[in-house]
């Protein structure tokens, strides 16, 4: 069996090869930017979403949803909070070059990161009825002859029937560090890999996902 080799340091042939030895890069002073909802900001733009609900945000539909914030100095982190509409959410935040994508990059990087199993989620008209919060809806109202009953409710949003049912109220944070290079605009996208509003005519897979806040660190 052939094993990896193993260097204790570096050898004066891969000096040569992959040298000289840099110094650090120090980032001396940054700023942060701090946008919420619903993103209405000059240097912001917001497309392909759900709803816009006072409770949970922007509702955005799953992967071609999108945030795209521009900065004038360069950004090397961006921090997401929000919360899914179903389980197993998900944060991507990319930051492309114009003529790039991900089957031609440059500068090493792939310049596309992603956050999976953000499982806090935000509350929903289920949710509501389960709790007996929905005052004048019945689970009729919304999945006819499929959900009529807190238990036909529980079976629907439980992985595995009764694997865990996912009404979970807290919100997810997920953290990108951007670059090198740093870019001055990155676009935010996100989903949920489960099913949203099973049994109903709007059942849709992947699930959308709310964003409440975002914030940029940026180089000054």
Same mark, same amino acid.
């Given at each position: 069996m052939d094993h990896l080799p193993l260097y204790e340091r570096f050898t004066e042939d891969q000096r040569r090869q992959f040298g000289p030895v840099r110094e650090r890069e120090v980032i001396a002073e940054t700023e942060r930017h701090v946008y919420?909802?619903?993103?209405?900001?000059?240097?912001? $733009?917001?497309?392909?979403?759900?709803? &816009?609900?006072?409770?949970?945000?922007?509702?955005?539909?799953?992967?071609?949803?999108?945030?795209? &914030?521009?900065?004038?100095?360069?950004?090397?982190?961006?921090?997401?909070?929000?919360?899914?509409?179903?389980?197993?959410?998900?944060? &991507?935040?990319? %930051?492309?070059?114009?003529?790039?994508? /991900? $089957? *031609?990059?440059?500068?090493?990087?792939?310049?596309?990161?992603?956050?999976?199993?953000?499982?806090?989620?935000?509350? *929903? &008209? %289920? *949710?509501?009825? /389960?709790?007996?919060?929905? *005052?004048?809806v019945e689970f009729g109202d919304i999945a006819p002859g499929k959900i009529r009953s807190a238990l036909d409710c529980l079976r629907e949003l439980s992985e595995g029937y009764y694997g865990g049912y996912y009404m979970g109220f807290y919100e997810n944070t997920a953290y990108f560090r951007v670059g090198p290079p740093y870019p001055r605009k990155v676009t935010i996208r996100c989903g949920c890999l489960a099913p949203e509003d099973p049994g109903t005519a709007i059942e849709r897979y992947p699930a959308d996902y709310a964003i409440r806040v975002v914030e940029t660190l940026v180089t000054m």
């Open positions: 919420t909802t619903p993103f209405m900001y000059p240097n912001v $733009e917001v497309g392909n979403f759900y709803e &816009i609900d006072p409770t949970k945000g922007v509702e955005f539909r799953a992967n071609d949803g999108f945030l795209t &914030i521009a900065e004038e100095q360069p950004i090397v982190a961006v921090t997401v909070v929000g919360s899914g509409c179903a389980p197993r959410g998900y944060n &991507i935040c990319e %930051w492309w070059d114009e003529g790039e994508d /991900v $089957e *031609s990059f440059r500068d090493q990087l792939v310049k596309r990161q992603r956050v999976d199993n953000l499982n806090g989620t935000h509350p *929903s &008209i %289920w *949710s509501l009825l /389960v709790l007996g919060k929905a *005052s004048g």
